[in-house]
């Protein structure tokens, strides 16, 4: 560990290693981890209202309008409303969008490995359990105020 990172706070570490992976992650792969969320779930589902592709992706509603926007002005998605009811937005991909959705997944694996180079498969499992625990963690000393 580089003496810089011992100094530093856990909490510090994560928070300077998350914005690096994303940044980096962005430049790398082209599009935001929060976008690729999005039509990956698009990609595993057929169509979905957007209230549960917000649920889904854990953001607020304005973020999910704001993006669910974005892509179908690139073409990326489509949105309709739903037969059943006029209140609720259905979002799907368009074929380009799938596709997209394909190369960009491929893209994020590719990364993915780049950045675990290095590990061990079971240092990544290791890793994963550490980092679902401290989300767990997360949200219970959340819960508490």
Do not use: W
């Not at 980096?24 to 979905?48: D, Y």
């Not at 926007?69 to 979002?91: C, F, W």
């Not at 625990?133 to 949200?139: E, F, L, M, R, S």
């Amino acid at each position: 560990m580089a003496p810089a990172a011992q100094e530093e706070t856990l909490l510090v570490q994560i928070a300077h290693t998350c914005r690096a992976l994303m940044h980096t992650f962005e430049q790398c792969v082209g599009i935001s981890q929060a976008r690729l969320l999005i039509l990956s779930v698009l990609l595993l589902e057929k169509e979905v209202s957007q209230g549960m592709l917000q649920q889904r992706v854990q953001v607020d509603g304005a973020a999910i309008t704001r993006q669910v926007r974005q892509l179908e002005a690139e073409g990326l998605i489509e949105r309709r409303t739903a037969p059943h009811d006029n209140r609720s937005t259905l979002v799907a991909l368009t074929p380009t969008g799938r596709q997209a959705a394909g190369e960009l997944l491929a893209a994020r694996e590719v990364f993915e490995t780049a950045i675990t180079e290095g590990l061990s498969q079971e240092e990544i499992a290791v890793l994963r359990r550490f980092l679902y625990h401290i989300h767990k963690n997360t949200k219970r000393a959340g819960a508490g105020k």
